[in-house]
């Protein structure tokens, strides 16, 4: 970071202070670059500093006009766009507590979390996420005014307002000078321990918790996250993941800003890909499942690609990964082995690291375990991977790998103001500055996870290896118990029969349980392929799941797959699904996490019909 603060507004006073056209200092930066850029029609169009400032300011003074006071919770439900990014300054800057949470959420989850933080305003990016929220206007005691982001939408509500129209509200509450000067006030009262952001936690089971942060935690996780990440003013990142979350919230946005980096907005998670080509990024924040579409892809193409050229990049992703191999491990590769590696590189590789634009410095993968065998399928493609661990309760990173020492099949090291012990039973505990106030009006379920002398407990089950890299083997309470008695981890498990291209979601099944059965969505794409390339066609999706030629094929990935599992881990029985698991349906969490409990009580009959025939 090229600045030192203490609190968000403090760093967004110095950021664009810095970069202001306005800043006649010598050490001043390019008053012409782009913070944001976001694609209108065929382009992306870019954001300069004075423009964020400009529009942040008079957005504020818009929420003051309508009595936003400092303490006041007010919600924002949008995808990732501009506004989002002036929302969450604004509010923050005037003294205000955020609440951001995912678009995905529905009517009555809106009703608890906005009822709960007693949300005086609800910002909201479009008609549909207006006409979700009025549903439940009348159960929103405490909300007196909605501003919608899109100014084409039609109002017919009291109380209900455009963005633009606050911006206006507040351009004319003051004076240019007069706004200018009540804002860097408003900003420089803000204390390090002050409440500025509530994120909800999806949970697994019962009402989400609100994860009361300060100032001080998410400023220390930037801190942190900026020294492990080599992250200057020429970078720019594309942003997909939802800013809501804790993960792309301080790693793909707020460390970006502090780093005087540029963040590129994809336009949806499906145009990631001809995204990454327009923005060409250095870094990109993801998750573990768009590495599988990534190598899905390409493994789908090369399919499709003659034998010759199928050998060829067969040949090409072994030489790769004992090339990595030996270099993860500290050894020098042979003459042999790099000459190979380089014809690798110029027959396969370049053209994989062209598909993500051609200057990718490094992916940053959260939320979820990266399979091992992902991780190096990418690296052995020259494709940095960083893969980091955190929570929300934790602002939210915990550790990450470093590009200059990477660590397959681990989450790397605690950032330098981070403490990560194991405890007895192998959870992980953690502590540092970055650790949450606590839960909002939950007392006891903070004192559930922060014990009395200040040690977050993750729910998680790891070790700390040799190298000092901290290696995640579980949930503490995903581990199943076996009826004979034996522990077992299913994520582990999920996570290696995924590798199989015939595999989308799988959901494991064995606590108390003889032994383990699974519930899996195909890759249903992929299924068609096989069906195709076998001389196989199918009616509907029900026919094709139910064929024994397809029950086969999986069966035989599965087997070669779990080979080396005891034989009380190994899934003995599976069924396939008609549909994927979703967050509609309550089946997955936003972060997909999957709710076991929601889907061995949905699909009880499916599961008993596994055992009974098993």
């Known amino acids: 970071m090229r600045q030192r603060f203490v609190t968000i507004p403090q760093m967004f006073l110095q950021v664009t202070d810095h970069f202001s056209a306005r800043n006649t200092s010598p050490n001043r930066g390019d008053a012409g670059k782009y913070v944001y850029m976001r694609k209108v029609g065929k382009e992306y169009v870019g954001m300069t500093y004075d423009e964020l400032r ?112 606050v911006v206006h509200k507040g351009a004319a509450s003051m004076s240019v000078e007069e706004r200018r000067a009540w804002f860097v006030k408003e900003c420089t009262t803000s204390n390090p321990e002050d409440l500025i952001s509530l994120i909800y936690t999806s949970g697994t089971t019962g009402n989400p918790k609100g994860v009361m942060l300060t100032n001080t935690n998410l400023v220390s996780n930037v801190e942190g996250s900026a020294d492990a990440i080599d992250i200057t003013e020429k970078d720019t990142l594309l942003s997909f993941l939802p800013l809501c979350h804790a993960y792309e919230r301080t790693t793909g946005y707020y460390t970006l800003f502090a780093c005087h980096s540029t963040v590129a907005f994809a336009v949806s998670i499906d145009t990631v890909a001809e995204n990454m080509q327009e923005v060409r990024p250095t870094y990109m924040t993801a998750v573990p499942r768009l590495f599988e579409r990534i190598q899905g892809r390409i493994l789908t193409a090369i ?97 990450v790998t470093r590009a200059a020492a990477p660590a397959v099949g681990t989450v790397g090291k605690p950032l330098f103001n981070v403490q990560i012990k194991i405890a007895e039973d192998g959870e992980i505990l953690a502590k540092g500055p970055n650790v949450m106030r606590g839960y909002l009006h939950d007392e006891e379920a903070t004192k559930a996870v922060i014990d009395d002398d200040g040690w977050l407990h993750t729910g998680d089950i790891g070790l700390i290896n040799q190298a000092g890299n901290l290696v995640i083997t579980d949930r503490k309470k995903n581990i199943f118990v076996s009826s004979g008695g034996k522990n077992i981890a299913p994520q582990p498990i999920e996570n290696t029969l995924t590798q199989s291209r015939f595999i989308d979601q799988i959901v494991l099944i064995g606590d108390k349980r003889e032994f383990c059965t699974a519930l899996i969505v195909p890759d249903f794409e992929y299924l068609k392929e096989y069906s195709s390339m076998q001389g196989l066609s199918y009616p509907d999706t029900k026919s094709m799941i139910e064929s024994d030629v397809l029950l086969q094929a999986i069966q035989r990935e599965i087997d070669a797959l779990q080979v080396n599992f005891a034989k009380y881990e190994k899934v003995r029985k599976f069924a396939l699904m008609e549909r994927a698991f979703t967050v509609d349906d309550g089946e997955i969490t936003p972060k997909l996490n999957v709710r076991r409990h929601v889907i061995e009580k949905k699909f009880a009959d499916k599961i008993e019909k596994m055992y009974a025939e098993a």
């Open 54 to 165: 400009e529009l942040t300011e008079n957005f504020a003074a818009g929420l003051k006009t309508l009595g936003i006071e400092r303490g006041d919770k007010v919600g924002i439900v949008s995808e990732n766009r501009i506004e989002w990014v002036v929302s969450d300054f604004a509010i923050i800057g005037m003294g205000g507590v955020d609440v951001p949470i995912f678009p995905t959420m529905t009517s009555a989850q809106e009703s608890y979390i906005f009822n709960h933080c007693e949300a005086k305003i609800v910002i909201v990016s479009n008609k549909f996420q207006l006409n979700k929220l009025m549903k439940v206007r009348s159960e929103l005691t405490k909300m007196q005014y909605v501003i919608v982001m899109n100014d084409d939408v039609e109002i017919d509500e009291p109380n209900v307002l455009k963005f633009a129209d």
């Open 303 to 399: 399919e499709k690609d003659t034998p010759a050229k199928q050998r060829v990049f067969h040949w090409a992703i072994g030489v790769g990964k004992k090339y990595i191999s030996q270099k993860f491990s500290g050894k020098n590769p042979s003459a042999v082995l790099s000459a190979q590696y380089a014809l690798a590189d110029r027959l396969v590789f370049g053209k994989i690291r062209e598909r993500t634009g051609g200057r990718l410095r490094a992916f940053i993968s959260g939320g979820a375990a990266l399979p091992k065998d992902l991780a190096e399928f990418f690296f052995a493609a020259g494709i940095t991977i960083l893969e980091g661990y955190g929570l929300t309760e934790s602002s939210p990173v915990l550790s």
